[in-house]
């Protein structure tokens, strides 16, 4: 195998880890309170979405950046080198693109439960 060929494993296989721990990074949002489900608390869940929608916006601004710094990094003019760049500037994209569509769903579920309380 060619030392390129390495080097572009080498950054899938470190982004694929990137992102099993970016999924699995405990927050103090992580899953939707059970109780305000039990409760049937649309107050309390409308909440909820609102601060989980600003959370996933913060994220999306965060990769973008991400992937501006990627685009300023001078590293070395190889093939290889450029070719990994070029991944790692597609990956926070990609991954910004999901955080907004998870943000805009949250904002969604947000509206929803707002509307379930009579409030518009």
């Keep these: ?24 990074v405990p927050s103090d949002i992580d899953s939707v309170p059970q109780d305000l489900v039990a409760k049937n608390d ?5 909440t909820w979405y609102v601060k989980e929608a600003a959370h996933l916006r913060k994220r999306t601004k965060d990769m973008m950046a991400m992937a501006e710094q990627y685009q300023k990094v001078q590293g070395p003019s190889t093939p290889g080198a450029a070719a990994a760049n070029f991944v790692l500037i597609q990956h926070c994209q ?10 805009d769903e949250a904002e969604m579920m947000a509206r929803t439960h707002r509307e379930m309380t009579g409030r518009s």
């Design 1 to 24: 195998m060619t030392k390129n060929g390495n080097l572009v494993k080498g950054v899938v296989a470190a982004l694929m880890m990137v992102g099993i721990v970016a999924c699995t």
């Design 42 to 46: 649309h107050v309390g869940l409308e």
């Design 94 to 103: 990609a991954l910004a693109a999901s955080y907004a569509k998870a943000a």
